[in-house]
């Protein structure tokens, strides 16, 4: 077992994994980054983003007061106190840093708000195209820059097991291929972008059925580094819920249907029903909730979209790559009936029982009781991926089979605001830190809140660094 010492060793190469290594290079400690991927283009969520820097939807130049309040609207005030401030407060000056460091943002690019996006942007069409884009340009930037300040990224190397002597974290064992290499460290930051693409961890938190969920991402998360801290006594936290978007059923087998056009606006205007034909959450509350909702049913893959054609020439046309005219451009199945019953009846749902459920939502409507339906339905909650509801009364009528697609698991290891990662006693686990789609607490609770990926990474990335040069130089 060859044994290499480091400063620092952070699991993960994505952008939380290199923010807390150049933030820990530049306070002067040598930090080694560990990849499993072995290309020079390895693949991760951060390489495969679209790019749209936001807390909550909300810019993340914004004042820390401003965030903060966005971030308790998006969660319904489920995300403590104490980490929701460091988030809110950490992301003006997280991203400046960011441009200091040559990554170039354009202002809007695919959001519908003037939110920073990264350059060059993704093109505008179906399928993943990031090859000499957005997040590939800033991994590489972000690498070379590393290494210019004397830190470096080894590829190749995959995470085991964390290496815990008198209570504290010094190091880490990781595999390459055959070879088993022990990592001696000073300190170690857990930035494995979650565990979204592990079907074992799934089942136990997320989904009965975690192989009928569509995986929107790069296939990279395969919660390494959840196992290691839990085996090394951390919290978990936040577990159940994911960050992604309702997709169409076709998506499942052609990668031209994701990550967009999503079904989310369509939905949030009309109706998804079950494989009963019976409505199953609250469409109001937009895709990210609508998907994890799917994603608890017993057949994630039963559901449908239901609406009309007024839906389909208004809310389906909204948000970049919009479902109209992306879905059946892009192969997509859509079913279309003069009536309700016929156009569920094509795809695959109880006609009579769908009408049925139509005829109820409609007359909701019309009566503005739809908070009395079963579950309940939000009219309108403004979410800025949603629509406000509309009734399903002009024909051609639509149903479209959709799949809920996972783009990363919200919950993860619990940390404190210094991005320490927390044993289930409640105190911080000496050495050991975490940041980006590895950690839970900031996102999630009841409605599914979502509260932004890359911001995640790079603040709690850029506080972690700071954290471990802190306490590594101090000690
Ligand atoms: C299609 C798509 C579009 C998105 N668009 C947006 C957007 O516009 N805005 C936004 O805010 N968010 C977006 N996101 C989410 C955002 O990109 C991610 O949340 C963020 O990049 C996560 O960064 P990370 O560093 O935590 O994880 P990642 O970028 O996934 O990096 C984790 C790295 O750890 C490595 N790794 C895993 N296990 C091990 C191990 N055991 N040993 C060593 N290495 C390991 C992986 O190979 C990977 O390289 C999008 C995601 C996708 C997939």
Known sequence: MASVAADLVVVGGGLAGMAA????????????????????????????????????????????????????????NYVAADLRDAYAAGAEPALRWLFSLGIRTISGGHATRSLATLAPPVPRQPGLHWQGRAGDVMLRTLTAKLEALGGSLRRGLRARELIIENGRCVGVVASAGEETHRLEARGVVIADGGFQANDDLLRRFVSKHPERLLQRNARTGRGDGLMMAE??????????????????????KNPSLWPYPTMDFPISAGLAVDASGKRFTDEGLAGVSVANAMARLDDPLGCVAIFDSAIWDASAKTYVMSANPFLTQSGGTAHRANTVAEAATLAGVPGEAVAQTVKQYNEAVAAGTLSSLDPPRSADTGHPWGSKAMPIATAPFYAVPLCAGITYTMGGVAVDPSARVLHKSGAPIGGLYAAGAAIGGLEGGPVVGYSGGLAKALVFGKIAGESAARDIKGA
């Open 231 to 252: 085996a090394a006594g951390a919290a978990l936290t936040d577990m159940e819920c994911f960050y992604g978007h309702v997709q169409s059923r076709d998506a499942m």
């Open 21 to 76: 290594a150049i933030r820990a290079a530049e306070q002067g400690l040598k930090p080694l980054v560990i990849e499993q991927g072995s290309d020079a283009a390895y693949l991760c969520n951060s390489r495969i983003t679209i790019g749209v820097f936001q807390v909550a939807l909300h810019d993340m130049l914004g004042s820390a007061d401003s965030l903060v309040k966005a971030i308790d609207a998006a969660t319904h």
